[in-house]
């Protein structure tokens, strides 16, 4: 019987020594990170190409879809409550659209959307390009 518990006591040490020492063997260590010139020069063209965007990615707020009437009746509407919001028509056949601000986050636009809509008008934020 005592052979048998020595055994166990012998077995149970010698997993506890080896789990240690594989858990202190995993703490040292040196990373290196090897980079090629030519991925380099690929993301310094990209930055560059970047910089010279005239237009990005944004969101406009559309009041009016409708007839040429209708589209200068609402851009006047609207002007006569929001006198500093930027403001364009558009035509694509064949209706006429009336846009509202540039965004350039979601956020943002959501919260000229809240305004506008207490202000009795039906509108929606769509994403588009924007000038930068």
């Known amino acids: 019987m005592k052979t048998k518990s020595t055994r166990y006591t012998f077995f149970i040490f010698f997993l506890i020594f080896f789990t240690s020492i594989c858990v202190s063997a995993q703490n040292d260590g040196i990373i290196t990170v ?11 063209k990209k930055k560059a190409y970047n910089k010279n965007l005239k237009k990005i ?8 879809n409708g007839s040429e009437n209708g589209a200068y009746s609402v851009r006047d509407e609207f002007l006569s409550q929001f006198p500093e919001t930027k403001i364009e028509i558009k035509f694509s056949s064949p209706e006429w659209k009336v846009w509202v601000g540039s965004y350039k986050s979601q956020l943002e636009a959501d919260r000229s959307l ?14 588009t390009e924007i000038n930068k």
Do not use: P, T
């Open 34 to 44: 090897k980079s090629n010139e030519k991925i380099k020069h690929i993301i310094a």
């Open 114 to 127: 809240k305004e506008i809509n207490e202000a009795q008008f039906n509108a929606f934020v769509f994403a």
């Open 57 to 64: 990615k944004g969101f406009k707020i559309q009041l009016f």
